[in-house]
């Protein structure tokens, strides 16, 4: 698990609490903040996700390419 999984998780857990908080101390406010904080954590580990995925594919393309003209130059 790397850090930013883990800072993602850690904020989607205050975010639960927060949200819980805020239902049982009728705090709108808190409450509200703790929704957003769950999905903005969400959207992050999401988005974060499909760049990492990208990134390794990238990478590997990169790699087969460089592959492919090492083996072309040697006769």
């Given at each position: ?12 857990i205050i975010g ?21 904080l769950i ?30 003209e ?6």
């Amino acid at each position: 698990m790397m850090l930013i999984d883990k800072v993602c998780l850690l904020v989607a857990i205050i975010g639960i609490v927060m949200f819980l908080y805020g239902a049982n101390t009728y705090s709108s406010l808190i409450g509200w903040s703790g929704f957003y904080l769950i999905v903005i954590a969400v959207i992050v580990w999401i988005i974060l996700q499909i760049y990492v995925y990208f990134q390794a594919k990238f990478k590997m393309e990169t790699e087969m390419e460089q592959k492919v003209e090492e083996e072309r130059a040697i006769p």
